[in-house]
């Protein structure tokens, strides 16, 4: 079965501070991995997917199929990026996401 | 194009008391899927559906039920209501593919007392 871990349930930094939030995952397949992210009052929404290879917010986040990893990192955290960060893991068949516990990212001055 | 669209916002039920979460897409999505938001375990899937009369149990099916007529709707039912589903549920839409994203409606925050 398909596990998504993250480590931190809270990560606090101060504003321009270097940003890396943690997802481990454990699947036999070929996975595909998401980071969704929910600010403050507003619904989740997706952030970035790893087929993509964009930066999305000055995010970015690499798959490393050895370590099955796919830690968010950014270089400089900036106040708005405060939110709850969700690694999620997508699996072939029926489309179904699972979703890790999720960091409390809290950017201060 | 409203997107998911959950209703109601927020309810408060009775230890058993029944009640449907209501959930609408207008995107033409065949996946749709309800999840629960439990502090410190994240979302859970509840149950989930690939298409019109198709549905399967997710993680935490217990105590709820799910039906799909139409693409667009998705409703959850909670049969007996009891503390422990106390929790904000969201609802899903995707289209069906491994590489696509979700679209999330804005949850409803439901307490059981």
């Known amino acids: 079965a398909q596990r998504v871990t993250q480590p931190e349930k809270l990560l606090s930094v101060f504003k321009g501070a270097p940003v890396e939030l943690k997802c481990n995952y454990s699947y036999s397949g070929s996975p595909e991995l998401f980071w969704y992210v929910q600010y403050s009052r507003q619904r989740l929404q997706l952030l970035l997917r790893?087929?993509s290879r964009e930066s999305i917010k000055g995010f970015t986040a690499d798959l490393n199929k050895g370590e099955t990893s796919f830690h968010l990192k950014k270089p400089f955290a900036q106040e708005e990026d405060s939110a709850m960060y969700y690694c999620?893991?997508?699996?072939?068949?029926?489309?179904?996401?699972?979703f890790g516990t999720g960091t409390r990212l809290q950017v201060t001055l | 194009n409203a997107g998911v669209t959950q209703t109601p916002k927020f309810q408060v039920l009775k230890t058993g008391q029944s009640m449907t979460l209501q959930c609408a897409q207008d995107m033409n999505h065949e996946y749709m899927s309800w999840y629960r938001q439990d502090p410190g375990m994240g979302l859970r899937l509840i149950h989930y559906?690939?298409?019109?009369?198709?549905?399967d149990q997710g993680e935490v099916p217990n105590g709820y039920n799910v039906s799909r007529s139409t693409t667009e709707d998705f409703p959850l039912r909670l049969l007996s209501a009891a503390p422990s589903q106390t929790s904000v549920y969201f609802c899903?839409?995707?289209?069906?593919?491994?590489?696509?994203?979700?679209?999330f409606g804005q949850g409803t925050r439901l307490t059981v007392v």
């Open positions: 559906s690939v298409g019109a009369g198709i549905t």
């Open positions: 899903a839409s995707s289209l069906t593919g491994v590489t696509t994203e979700a679209f």
């Open positions: 790893h087929i």
């Open positions: 999620a893991l997508r699996t072939g068949t029926a489309s179904k996401l699972t």
